[in-house]
């Protein structure tokens, strides 16, 4: 790292040792108004806890700041401010930048302070993703972006984002009598385009909240590396996807186990794949076929055995064409017939 | 590339020193005098040459802050609101259409409770796109609970500056303040400007103390959770009671200023400039001051009693005072360097608000033409004064004229 | 003045969002039919709604224009002829988004109105959690297992038309029953569901509650705070920290319980509740970690207790316990306190044995919600059953 950077030391926060190794205390309490069975309020439940108090959050628009803090109500156990829907790279950094100057200063106790920004995927990889990759350019203020993924805009009764899966239901993608199918984009992958597109930013990493353990790990080790870091989270969504909130957990299962949500660390620029993922990608796991997560979901049950083929076919390009497979969509050889013209 | 023309510091008792700079220049100098904390850039002219000069007085030394040029005026304004919920003293700034794509930031500041101190340094609005002075992007904000002062000289910039950090930080107030000033002639010329010691600086202008309100691991609190319809209007009332103090605690400061830094500027909320017999006045904002002031000269060496007005705080707009000096004339006449689409008889936002003040505050009726002059950078010639002072004149003596008229257009 | 009539709709927020719009709409349309203006709205502050909060629509009818602008003068009327508890579960009471503190499910319904209520259950069960108030009401009882579905496939099992038949029969002056067939075979085109609404309109009958009958509790209420009295910047205080409480027998601190969220306590969004057995229980640490709600109170055993007054029954945790009936999800209605399980355990745990054998026990539909494909058309024909019995 060039010597012009000033980074300030970070929290040494050491992974969790073990499910029984994880503390009792919590920093996202109960009494949030989110749906039963909300993993965006288990990621949010489990981020607090791996923070730990010396952490304030700031939270972007969506569901996770309407649902959680209705005025007089709320479940924060630490500081948390509300801050706009595009606004989480900025907010993050400006809180980094006030706490380096007052405590350089010496207006301000000297000690590292956690500063975590969560947003959602609408805040994450639409409106926000300018003000994402600003600040994983800034080496020295230390941060979190935490970007929670439940493939819609959840809070204004769903709609579609830069993350929504191909071909999904949604209040602007409803399937109807001309077009069964509305949403022709695929999921925008954003981890990768953090990691591509800012050499100098330390830890990307996707997590699921099926994987507890892991994301609190992974929250902990952003948080202890230093500089600006990004997680990417999916968390199913039972009202949005409309499947019974009990087998949430399952779906998140499902997403992995079907190579659709791919699970990876890139520290300091190596990759490193965890999970079933991992197994996936080693041979020693067959991807379930992805119809064995579609067919759960009622946001899906409109699709025909064409687009079932359809998604299949993609994720199976993640996995057997692209250059890093399940991670960088390069192709490895470019298929013939598609050559550039000389 | 910018300088600095400041003298170099010397071992000298703390007094003011003389220094050739221009208005932006001069805020950045109060900037530095304040020891802000917190700084972001944009480039968008006219304003941006201010953070010029501050980048160079974080290279050199002269200035420890966090300089950080962000990627989009939404942005930029973000960092700074957040930075200043945690408790650093910040600047900012944009102009124009720039000032526009940091809306969302501006408008949830007063509600936030943030005392951001920025400079607008006025521009038109796009499109088209044009660098030229125009009001309409800092009058955008005036619904929403900011603070807005216009100047129209360097020393008036940097005094003004200084006052804004302490008004906008007094507990009673803490909401943002934007300092107007019109692009390239008082942004980009150099005039004589005494710049105040660090020493003077230090009794005038206290630390900066969040409270209660603080972000910071020690006070667990949650700022602006979602509220529903039970609690939205006791939150904004609670800003309501700043803007009911807001006119004190301004006249408090300003008289402090005058202890501390010697000089006086009167009546913080408008400069008057031969009214004591005029029979008529202009009234405006800005740097429109100087030809409007060496017209009315003009004109009185030819026997005709006018007199200016210049109205400094917009925001909170004192129109009780305002009234009160007003109602004596026989006609006023304002010069609106903005737009008010679709206004009651389509007048600029500044003779609205003015007729609607003297509508409840004044015991008399003079008429109040309005005049549309000087959009998108065009000078406002002595002649353009000379034609708006003829229509004042022949409002003042019975004859109708219209209530909005177009100065200074081909056509 | 003419006559002003209003039925609200108390339901399972995303869950019933389509059945108490369905509902809504229908009583304006068969209303209409009689020449009786009207409009239908859900509460706007309940929305975006949120999986089994508790949510409530409305239907305004009129005897002419103007005095249905009486009832529109109003967000929403504070008094109303009918009020339908979409499911049973709610009788308990409500905490919405709107709301500050818990509402009875009886608040807003008038002294000679009705109260109707979807249910298996008779009504002296229903007595046990309908609160207790000053002044008389009618219940009634539409025989129905409560119809759940999700944001983009409806179950169309006719709860809806059923309903209809029945507020025909509480309140004809609001509209009759050959309105409500009229308005089924013309809009919906199913004289099938005609006949289900007929035969709920025959089968209905309502009771007389007299003041003074039914839950004691005393719904938890708070003051809204005055302008004055509130922090500036729109800021509140956040939650402590949490701590271990006592082991009644030995009397020791251990484990621990965190701070509780009072103001907004999700306990009415339980449909049912996580029935644990503190002997099996491996202390794996699943449940605890994986409730999105954290809901679970760290024993001072080591074992994990769900916080009845916290818990919104979503399932989660039974679903990701690997021991065998240790976390068994039951009917919500079957209970009528919150206390601790552990602590009754710990009291007695012979006792709490032998009462897990009885409580345990799989319920019919627990699926509130899509599971697979074709799963709410399976679902249909049992609920088709329970409606031609009535």
């Keep these: 790292m060039s010597t012009f950077v000033e980074q300030k030391p970070t929290q040494n926060l050491e992974p969790f040792k073990g499910v029984k190794k994880v503390p009792f205390e919590e920093y996202f309490t109960s009494g949030h108004r989110t749906c039963e069975g909300c993993e965006s309020a288990q990621i949010m439940r489990l981020m607090a806890k791996a923070a730990g108090p010396r952490t304030i959050v700031i939270g972007a628009t969506g569901c996770m700041y309407v649902a959680n803090t209705s005025y007089y109500s709320t479940s924060w156990g630490v500081p948390w401010i509300h801050t706009q829907l595009g606004a989480a790279g900025s907010s993050a950094l400006g809180a980094a930048a006030a706490y380096r100057a007052l405590m350089r200063k010496g207006a301000m106790k000297d000690e590292p302070i956690n500063?975590?920004?969560?947003?959602?995927?609408?805040?994450?990889?639409?409106?926000?993703?300018?003000?994402?990759?600003?600040?994983?350019?800034?080496?020295?203020?230390?941060?979190?972006?935490?970007?929670?993924?439940?493939?819609?805009?959840?809070?204004?009764?769903?709609?579609?984002?830069?993350?929504?899966?191909?071909?999904?239901?949604?209040?602007?993608?409803?399937?109807?009598?001309?077009?069964?199918?509305?949403?022709?984009?695929?999921?925008?992958?954003?981890?990768?385009?953090?990691?591509?597109?800012?050499?100098?930013?330390?830890?990307?990493?996707?997590?699921?909240?099926?994987?507890?353990?892991?994301?609190?790990?992974?929250?902990?080790?952003?948080?202890?590396?230093?500089?600006?870091?990004?997680?990417?989270?999916?968390?199913?969504?039972?009202?949005?996807?409309?499947?019974?909130?009990?087998?949430?957990y399952e779906i998140g299962n499902l997403a992995v186990n079907t190579g659709i949500w791919p699970l990876y660390e890139v520290e300091n620029g190596a990759l490193k794949l965890y999970g079933k993922t991992k197994q996936i990608a080693e041979g020693n796991q067959k991807r379930l076929p992805v119809q064995d997560y579609l067919l759960k979901q009622g946001r899906f049950a409109h699709f025909t055995d064409e687009d079932i083929r359809f998604f299949q076919e993609k994720v199976d390009e993640m996995w057997e064409k692209w250059l890093i497979p399940g991670v960088i969509p390069l192709r490895k050889e470019v298929e013939a017939g598609l050559l550039p013209a000389d | 590339m910018a300088t600095l023309t400041l003298p170099v510091e010397q071992q000298k008792p703390p007094v003011e020193q003389e220094a050739l700079i221009t208005g932006a220049e001069a805020i950045a100098v109060a900037c530095k005098l304040a020891n802000v904390d917190v700084v972001t850039a944009y480039p968008i002219r006219p304003y941006d040459t201010v953070m010029q000069y501050m980048?160079?007085?974080?290279?050199?030394?002269?200035?420890?802050?966090?300089?950080?040029?962000?990627?989009?005026?939404?942005?930029?304004?973000?960092?700074?609101?957040?930075?200043?919920?945690?408790?650093?003293?910040?600047?900012?700034?944009?102009?124009?259409?720039?000032?526009?794509?940091?809306?969302?930031?501006?408008?949830?500041?007063?509600?936030?409770?943030?005392?951001?101190?920025?400079?607008?340094?006025?521009?038109?609005?796009?499109?088209?796109?044009?660098?030229?002075?125009?009001?309409?992007?800092?009058?955008?904000?005036?619904?929403?609970?900011?603070?807005?002062?216009?100047?129209?000289?360097?020393?008036?910039?940097?005094?003004?500056?200084?006052?804004?950090?302490?008004?906008?930080?007094?507990?009673?107030?803490?909401?943002?303040?934007?300092?107007?000033?019109?692009?390239?002639?008082?942004?980009?010329?150099?005039?004589?400007?005494?710049?105040?010691?660090?020493?003077?600086?230090?009794?005038?202008?206290?630390?900066?103390?969040?409270?209660?309100?603080?972000?910071?691991?020690?006070?667990?609190i949650s700022v602006a959770p979602q509220a529903n319809e039970d609690w939205v209007m006791e939150i904004r009332r609670q800003n309501y009671k700043v803007t009911e103090k807001a006119v004190d605690v301004i006249r408090e400061v300003y008289a402090d200023f005058e202890r501390i830094f010697g000089r006086k500027y009167g009546n913080p909320f408008f400069e008057e400039f031969m009214t004591e017999d005029a029979d008529v006045v202009l009234f405006g904002m800005g740097t429109l001051s100087i030809p409007v002031k060496v017209a009315i000269r003009k004109l009185r060496e030819q026997g005709k009693k006018i007199g200016f007005v210049r109205l400094r705080w917009f925001r909170p707009f004192a129109g009780k005072e305002i009234a009160k000096a007003l109602e004596r004339f026989s006609a006023i006449g304002v010069i609106d360097r903005d737009l008010s689409l679709g206004s009651p008889d389509l007048s600029g936002v500044v003779a609205t608000e003015l007729r609607s003040a003297m509508y409840t505050n004044a015991s008399t009726r003079p008429p109040v033409l309005g005049f549309i002059c000087g959009l998108g950078g065009r000078e406002v010639t002595l002649p353009d004064v000379e034609k708006m002072a003829e229509s004042v004149f022949q409002a003042a003596a019975g004859k109708a004229q219209p209530l909005t008229q177009w100065i200074g257009l081909r056509g | 003045m003419g006559q002003l009539f209003a039925v609200e709709i108390i339901y399972r927020g995303v869950f019933q969002k389509t059945l108490a719009k369905n509902i809504t709409r229908g009583i304006v349309l068969a209303a209409h039919y009689e020449g009786k203006p009207g409009i239908s709205f859900g509460r706007y502050g309940d929305s975006p709604e949120r999986n089994g909060i508790p949510a409530k629509s409305f239907a305004i009818v009129a005897s002419d224009d103007l005095t249905l602008q009486l009832g529109m003068a109003h967000y929403e009327p504070t008094q109303v002829d009918v009020t339908v508890v979409l499911d049973d579960t709610l009788c308990k009471g409500i905490e919405s988004w709107a709301w500050a503190g818990l509402h009875a499910v009886n608040q807003g319904v008038k002294p000679d109105g009705t109260l109707i209520v979807a249910s298996l259950q008779e009504p002296e069960e229903l007595l046990q959690m309908i609160h207790r108030r000053e002044k008389p009401y009618k219940?009634?009882?539409?025989?129905?297992?409560?119809?759940?579905?999700?944001?983009?496939?409806?179950?169309?099992?006719?709860?809806?038309?059923?309903?209809?038949?029945?507020?025909?029969?509480a309140f004809p002056e609001l509209m009759s029953i050959e309105s409500v067939e009229k308005y089924i075979n013309t809009k919906l085109k199913s004289s099938l569901k005609a006949t289900s609404a007929r035969t709920a309109y025959e089968r209905f009958g309502a009771i007389e509650i007299e003041p003074g009958r039914g839950n004691a509790e005393e719904p938890f209420q708070f003051e809204l705070l005055k302008w004055e009295e509130m922090r500036e910047g729109a800021t509140i205080k956040g939650q402590p920290q949490g701590g271990p409480y006592t082991d009644p027998v030995t009397g020791k601190l251990g484990g621990f319980r965190p701070a509780r969220n009072d103001k907004f306590r999700k306990a009415t969004t339980r449909t049912t509740r996580p029935v644990v057995n503190f002997e099996t229980c491996t202390k794996c640490t699943l449940c605890w970690l994986n409730c999105p709600d954290g809901t679970f109170d760290v024993t001072p055993d080591?074992?994990?207790?769900?916080?009845?007054?916290?818990?919104?029954?979503?399932?989660?945790?039974?679903?990701?316990?690997?021991?065998?009936?240790?976390?068994?999800?039951?009917?919500?209605?079957?209970?009528?306190?919150?206390?601790?399980?552990?602590?009754?355990?710990?009291?007695?745990?012979?006792?709490?044995?032998?009462?897990?054998k009885t409580t345990i026990h799989p319920i019919e539909q627990r699926s509130y919600g899509f599971r697979y494909r074709g799963q709410y058309a399976e679902q249909v024909p049992a609920a088709l059953e329970i409606a031609k019995k009535g």
């Excluded at chain 1, 909240?209 to 590396?225: C, D, E, G, V």
């Design chain 3, 139 to 169: 219940l009634g009882i539409v025989k129905a297992i409560a119809s759940f579905s999700g944001m983009w496939i409806y179950k169309d099992d006719h709860t809806d038309v059923r309903i209809l038949g029945a507020i025909a029969k």
């Design chain 3, 302 to 356: 080591g074992t994990y207790d769900a916080n009845l007054e916290t818990c919104c029954g979503c399932g989660i945790c039974e679903a990701v316990c690997p021991v065998e009936n240790c976390i068994t999800m039951v009917n919500e209605a079957e209970f009528h306190d919150n206390n601790s399980q552990w602590l009754s355990y710990k009291k007695d745990k012979e006792g709490y044995l032998q009462w897990l």
């Design chain 1, 115 to 248: 500063v975590i920004a969560f947003c959602g995927d609408g805040g994450g990889a639409d409106m926000g993703l300018a003000a994402i990759s600003a600040a994983m350019t800034h080496p020295d203020y230390n941060l979190l972006i935490l970007m929670y993924d439940n493939e819609e805009y959840g809070n204004t009764d769903i709609q579609i984002s830069g993350t929504s899966p191909y071909g999904v239901n949604t209040s602007f993608s409803t399937p109807g009598k001309v077009k069964r199918i509305m949403h022709h984009r695929w999921k925008k992958n954003v981890a990768p385009l953090i990691v591509a597109g800012h050499p100098t930013c330390k830890y990307v990493a996707t997590i699921s909240t099926s994987y507890p353990l892991q994301a609190m790990n992974a929250i902990r080790r952003a948080l202890s590396i230093g500089g600006p870091t990004f997680i990417h989270c999916l968390n199913p969504c039972p009202k949005g996807w409309d499947f019974d909130p009990e087998i949430a």
């Design chain 2, 55 to 220: 980048s160079q007085l974080v290279a050199d030394g002269e200035l420890d802050c966090e300089f950080i040029v962000a990627e989009s005026e939404n942005s930029q304004f973000e960092i700074v609101k957040q930075a200043s919920t945690c408790g650093a003293r910040t600047f900012c700034g944009s102009s124009g259409i720039g000032w526009m794509y940091a809306m969302e930031v501006l408008t949830v500041a007063p509600a936030l409770r943030v005392p951001l101190v920025a400079l607008v340094g006025n521009r038109a609005l796009d499109d088209p796109g044009a660098f030229g002075v125009e009001h309409n992007d800092a009058l955008a904000v005036r619904d929403l609970g900011w603070l807005l002062t216009w100047v129209d000289s360097g020393q008036e910039a940097l005094d003004t500056a200084l006052i804004a950090y302490r008004v906008a930080e007094d507990r009673r107030i803490f909401v943002p303040l934007a300092i107007s000033c019109d692009g390239a002639f008082l942004t980009h010329s150099q005039s004589l400007v005494k710049v105040p010691s660090a020493e003077q600086v230090k009794k005038f202008l206290p630390k900066y103390d969040r409270g209660d309100l603080l972000l910071h691991p020690d006070n667990v």
